[in-house]
């Protein structure tokens, strides 16, 4: 029977295209616009590294040295902070960073053209915190070192793709070898730097170990605050120049609780030498409660999905109304088939076929006009770019939306369709 | 049927379309059902042919009494018991003469091999086998009526309902559906037949006419055999009346 309900519902389309037509752009637009919001949010709301979000913490301390009622942990640290976590052995792995910027070219190369490249200067365990998929090599085992691991982008525009490790790269006049090569790697949101509106940024281009960044000199592209005046980043190891982020990835609760006395005892000895006025308040937030305290969702993307979906019912009033329409001049047809001795069954289920046909046809359209609206607002909202993505589960949710609202804009009419008397139709 | 009533209510007015309607129609019987329009003949053929409920009364078909069954036992026996042929065909125009007269086979669950033997059988039996791939536009109208015919005999029903068969044909053509008609009457087929035209109705062994939903006895189209057998008795009676 389900080949027959095929076959009528192929003719009933040939019969009436552009009804059919209409319908299909109505739910079509309706899914494939909800669909792009949905990307985004998705791309928002998304949990970068589901398999340990709940086991990295970021780290936020109050060790202002001046007097501030109410002040707030702050989410970068000062040098002696960071390298006391560094310190810890609680946590399997840490990670100290701030990011920088440099260009960089091949240094074997005769061409001079350098690539503006995003830097992380981070101590060594940043690449097993963060997962970092590596196409070549392997990180930089110490945080010092003229030592470097590049991402994929880099990795293309310099070397084409090849494999460059033991190549040395010129960053801003310093040379390097590289040890490492990352393969394409995005998280979304880029949980290990989500605040100052980077949280939607692509991952970096060069990764270098910490103290040879500072020894470099290499300027903080990031939020720094200090009480003091320093020359450059390599005078900060001792001031109170507050700059680096601090990870630590911690296995169970009893590690958490470990190291959050580790970080209160640390404060207690600040305290104790009087560096340290405020009250201790060092906090630690896993991955999602730091994304969410980091209010990274655009509101205005939300009010707009919102909108979408409403649409998105306008669009299914819409197909239902057209398809009641399609239903009601197909009476003489129901009423016939109800006559030979068509059940109600039998009618609901040809139609749910019909719908079910249409919606993958809406399906793989509205999926097509989501790209196409992706890539409409990246070319209007260029900050977009690395968050309007379509992933294998919007795609599948897409096509899911798709044929709920196509069976659901045919409920109605196929409701009408059989309250019809038998007989009216037919002479 | 047995004491059956159908009646027609909305806001303001109820209209009994069937009263105490009682039918007893055998098995190889050929009715003919008149009577003035609006008498309730449709009405009858629809609650015959369960298109329309019926409010009270009993009515069996073929040892299975209808009162109270579901939708799907009410189709069911729609299309393994019934056949419908209608005045205007009612065929669909954009499928092919196979694709009508398969339609009910379908919902029967056939196989492929059992629909195509059912509807070759039946289009050779109304003369229309050569033509399966035609669309009904491309028929007479006496010829489409015979499509209609064989859609209603592809499943072989017990009984034949007949809505002025021959209402929109020639007279010509009208003749060829009625001899149809009676060929498959000989063969067996149980058909009810309603009908406007006096010459059809006295053609078959029975008929009864319809007045304000009710079977009436003042004979207007008797049969033929009938009118002549009573002609003859009255020629009898008078001759003895004169001897």
């Not at chain 1, 960053?171 to 949280?199: M, N």
């Not at chain 1, 993505?389 to 409701?415: E, F, H, N, Q």
């Not at chain 2, 033997?117 to 086998?129: D, F, T």
């Amino acid at each position: 029977m389900l080949s027959y309900n095929l076959k009528l519902a192929l003719q009933n389309f040939k019969r009436a295209p552009s009804l059919y037509f209409l319908v299909l752009l109505t739910l079509s637009i309706g899914v494939g616009l909800l669909c792009a919001n949905l990307a985004l949010v998705s791309s928002m709301t998304g949990d970068p590294i589901p398999e340990k979000s709940d086991k990295l913490f970021h780290v936020s301390m109050n060790t202002w040295p001046n007097d501030q009622p109410n002040a707030e942990p702050f989410h970068i640290l000062r040098y002696r902070e960071a390298m006391k976590i560094t310190e810890s052995d609680i946590p399997s792995n840490s990670a100290v960073f701030y990011a920088s910027g440099v260009y960089a070219r091949d240094a074997q190369s005769d061409s001079l053209k350098r690539f503006d490249s995003s830097v992380r200067a981070t101590t060594s365990g940043f690449f097993a915190l963060t997962k970092a998929p590596f196409a070549y090599g392997n990180g930089f085992a110490k945080n010092s070192g003229m030592e470097v691991v590049i991402g994929d982008q880099l990795n293309q525009k310099i070397f084409s793709g090849e494999n460059s490790v033991g190549k040395t790269l010129e960053l801003d006049g310093e040379l390097l070898t590289i040890t490492g090569v990352l393969k394409p790697w995005s998280l979304r949101p880029l949980f290990y730097h989500a605040t100052e509106g980077r949280a939607f940024n692509l991952t970096d281009d060069v990764y270098v170990p910490l103290e040879t960044a500072i020894d470099l000199g290499w300027s903080i592209h990031a939020r720094s605050s200090s009480t003091v005046s320093y020359k450059g980043v390599e005078f900060t190891r001792d001031r109170d120049v507050f700059y680096l982020q601090a990870w630590v990835e911690l296995e169970d609760k009893t590690k958490q609780q470990a190291f959050q006395n580790y970080l209160d005892n640390y404060s207690q000895t600040l305290k104790d030498a009087g560096e340290h006025p405020l009250d201790i308040n060092n906090q630690l937030r896993d991955v999602n409660a730091w994304l969410l305290e980091q209010n990274i969702v655009d509101q205005k993307v939300l009010a707009f999905t919102l909108a979408s979906v409403l649409f998105l019912c306008v669009c299914v009033f819409n197909a239902s109304s057209l398809l009641l329409s399609r239903f009601h001049s197909a009476k003489f047809e129901v009423g016939l088939r109800r006559a030979i001795g068509a059940s109600n069954k039998n009618i609901l289920n040809q139609g749910l076929t019909e719908s079910v046909l249409l919606g993958f046809v809406a399906g793989v359209v509205s999926l097509f006009l989501s790209w196409l609206f992706l890539k409409l607002s990246v070319t209007f909202l260029p900050d977009l770019a690395n968050i309007a993505v379509l992933d294998p589960k919007l795609l599948l949710l897409g096509m899911l939306l798709a044929l709920i609202t196509s069976v659901s804009s045919a409920l109605y009419p196929l409701y009408r369709a059989n309250r019809y008397t038998i007989s009216a139709e037919l002479k | 049927m047995n004491n059956v009533s159908r009646i027609y209510r909305n806001d303001t007015i109820q209209t009994h379309a069937l009263r105490d309607f009682s039918l007893e129609v055998n098995a190889g019987e050929f009715v003919a059902v008149t009577g003035p329009s609006g008498s309730g003949k449709s009405t009858f053929l629809n609650v015959a042919g369960l298109l329309d409920n019926f409010d009270e009364g009993e009515y069996t078909l073929d040892g299975v009494s209808v009162h109270g069954l579901e939708d799907d036992d009410l189709s069911r026996l729609r299309n393994e018991k019934i056949g419908f042929i209608f005045q205007s065909y009612n065929l669909i125009p954009d499928y092919s003469i196979f694709d009508n007269v398969e339609m009910p086979l379908r919902y029967r669950g056939f196989n492929a091999v059992d629909r195509k033997r059912r509807v070759i059988q039946a289009l050779e039996k109304v003369g229309l086998a050569s033509r399966t791939n035609y669309l009904p536009s491309q028929l007479s109208g006496g010829q489409q009526q015979r499509v209609a015919i064989a859609r209603a005999l592809a499943g072989e029903p017990k009984i034949l309902l007949a809505d002025e068969p021959t209402g929109n044909l020639d007279s010509l053509m009208a003749r060829q559906v009625m001899e149809l008609l009676h060929n498959l009457n000989q063969e067996g087929t149980t058909i009810i037949m309603v009908t406007h035209d006096p010459d059809q109705a006295r053609e078959v062994n029975r008929n009864i006419q319809i007045i304000d939903g009710q079977i009436s006895d003042f004979k207007i189209y008797a049969p033929l055999q009938s009118l002549e057998s009573d002609s003859a008795d009255a020629v009898k009676n008078k001759e003895e009346v004169d001897a």
